[in-house]
């Protein structure tokens, strides 16, 4: 199983990213993905997640400036992510976890079964 997320880079405030997470080796349309993101000296915190039936979720500080989505036929999810912060500097994280297995919870690193290598966002004021 692979995840390769990229996208990453830096930009001024008020820009835009788009970060893709590519995956291969599983059956990809049964997985919840998510996205966390660590920024230097603080915890891993989540970002956004989607289910393997196309449900949303976000963390309160992204919510109205990132959307997710996902192409379940190229394997593949986006994080567009927008009105960027300096505050949203990061490095950011893919992950998945196997959609019929019982105790998903979205926003619970611990949730999760795969992650990848994290692709670096900077956001300068």
């Known amino acids: 199983v692979q995840l390769q997320a990229s996208g990453g880079g830096s930009v001024q405030a008020g820009g835009s990213l788009r970060l893709s997470c590519a995956v291969s080796?599983?059956?990809?349309?049964?997985?919840?993905v998510g996205w966390f993101r660590r920024a230097p000296g603080k915890e891993r915190e989540f970002v956004t997640a989607?289910?393997?039936?196309?449900?949303?979720y976000f963390a309160d500080s992204v919510k109205g400036r990132f959307s997710i989505s996902r192409d379940d036929a190229g394997n593949t999810v986006y994080l567009q992510m927008n009105s960027l912060k300096p505050e949203d500097t990061a490095v950011y994280y893919c992950?998945?976890?196997?959609?019929?297995?019982?105790?998903?919870?979205?926003?619970?690193?611990?949730?999760?079964?795969?992650w990848g290598q994290g692709t670096q966002v900077t956001v300068s004021s």
């Open positions: 989607i289910t393997r039936g196309h449900s949303t």
């Open positions: 080796g599983l059956t990809f349309s049964r997985y919840h």
């Open positions: 992950t998945i976890r196997n959609g019929p297995r019982n105790g998903y919870v979205f926003s619970v690193a611990g949730s999760y079964d795969y």
